[in-house]
């Protein structure tokens, strides 16, 4: 894990690993965002890493 927990990112981030995760295209983000979730290991090739896949399962579960 990356050491960076859910209420670490902006909203922008937030939304764009949420979406991510559940299929959205890299097309519909802001560039300067997906560029810093590269940046912290969270997003690769436009898609989640096992990093920001964690982070987004744990986000969900504490929401429940």
Known sequence: ?????WTDL????QRTIAMLGVG???ELF??????TLTRLGLVKSFRLTRAGELLREEAIVHEL
């Open 30 to 35: 802001d560039p300067a965002t997906l560029l």
């Open 10 to 13: 902006d909203p922008d981030e």
């Open 24 to 26: 959205f295209s890299a």
């Open 1 to 5: 894990m990356t050491g960076i927990i």
